[in-house]
């Protein structure tokens, strides 16, 4: 098990460019949302559906990634427990099939409130686990499989207001953040090495008791989550402006 960053949420929050020649060219089938209206989400929400059939492949003139699969960072769980666990190589499967539960967006207080559901997700990664729990020692690693039905991610966006030549900008924050999944399933191979027993039983104590763990995944979820998706949000309302981005 590992997280999942679904980061998929920045999809939602962007509405339209209109490129310069230094800026890179939105898709021509875009339409540009205006800033004004009262059912700009509904603009917004449009034009996702408009943009689905390009999500798997990534979407560049957005900073939208590739989607399937979604490469993420190596990450670290129980980094100053007895215990450590890292995640590398990890690879999303299917994160371009998702459904918008809920979308709300505020200009004039920044802020976007987003809620997105993923039907299913496979989650492939290599983990390694070092370190001694009672008298056992563990240092292995191995392929990690992992598969979540109905992942359901909240998202709250705050953002703030900043001037840069001359043009008003956004700078996005989490404001809140929580993630629900309704079943998973995660296979860690060769967790005592050839020992499959052991292994088999290991995995099953994991999935028998797999809401529980999530649950302490939590803030290692939410903090991938929250990297990834900032990281990207940021960077193109860095590059432009609200000007840029909505018509009046």
């Given at each position: 098990m590992?997280?999942?960053?679904?980061?998929?949420?920045?999809?939602?929050?962007?509405?339209?460019?209109?490129?310069?020649?230094?800026?890179?060219?939105?898709?021509?089938?875009?339409?540009?949302?205006?800033?004004?209206?009262?059912n700009?989400?509904?603009?917004?929400?449009?034009?996702?559906?408009?943009?689905?059939?390009?999500?798997?492949?990534?979407?560049?003139?957005?900073?939208?990634?590739?989607?399937?699969?979604?490469?993420?960072?190596?990450t670290?769980?129980?980094?100053?427990d007895?215990?450590?666990?890292?995640?590398?190589?990890?690879?999303?499967?299917?994160?371009?099939?998702?459904?918008?539960?809920?979308?709300d967006?505020?200009?004039?207080?920044h802020k976007?409130?987003?809620?997105?559901?993923?039907?299913?997700?496979?989650?492939?990664?290599?983990?390694?686990?070092?370190?001694?729990?009672?008298?056992?020692?563990?240092?292995?690693?191995?392929?990690?499989?992992?598969?979540?039905?109905?992942?359901?991610?909240h998202?709250?966006?705050?953002?703030?207001?900043?001037?840069?030549?001359?043009?008003?900008h956004?700078?996005?924050?989490?404001?809140?953040?929580?993630?629900?999944?309704?079943d998973?399933?995660?296979?860690?191979?060769?967790?005592?090495?050839?020992?499959?027993?052991?292994?088999?039983k290991?995995?099953?104590?994991?999935?028998?008791?797999i809401?529980?763990?999530?649950n302490?995944?939590?803030?290692?979820?939410?903090?991938?989550?929250?990297?990834?998706?900032?990281?990207?949000?940021?960077?193109?309302f860095?590059?432009?402006?609200?000007?840029?981005?909505?018509?009046?």
């Open positions: 590992k997280p999942h960053s679904l980061t998929l949420v920045l999809i939602v929050v962007i509405p339209l460019i209109n490129g310069e020649d230094t800026k890179p060219k939105l898709p021509s089938f875009i339409r540009l949302c205006n800033r004004t209206d009262p700009i989400h509904k603009c917004v929400e449009e034009n996702i559906e408009l943009l689905r059939p390009t999500l798997k492949a990534g979407v560049p003139a957005l900073f939208i990634p590739t989607l399937d699969p979604l490469l993420i960072p190596p670290c769980v129980n980094e100053e007895q215990v450590k666990v890292t995640f590398t190589d990890i690879q999303i499967y299917d994160a371009d099939k998702f459904s918008l539960d809920r979308f967006i505020d200009l004039n207080h976007v409130n987003i809620s997105i559901t993923f039907p299913h997700l496979r989650i492939k990664s290599t983990y390694n686990v070092n370190g001694k729990f009672l008298v056992v020692t563990f240092d292995e690693q191995g392929p990690a499989d992992g598969n979540y039905t109905n992942f359901r991610v998202l709250g966006l705050k953002g703030t207001p900043y001037i840069k030549n001359e043009e008003e956004l700078r996005w924050d989490k404001e809140t953040i929580a993630l629900e999944v309704e998973s399933h995660v296979v860690l191979e060769k967790l005592f090495g050839n020992h499959t027993e052991i292994s088999d290991t995995n099953k104590v994991i999935n028998e008791n809401d529980v763990i999530i302490d995944l939590q803030p290692v979820i939410q903090r991938v989550v929250a990297d990834f998706v900032f990281g990207i949000v940021n960077k193109l860095t590059n432009y402006s609200l000007k840029d981005l909505f018509s009046e």
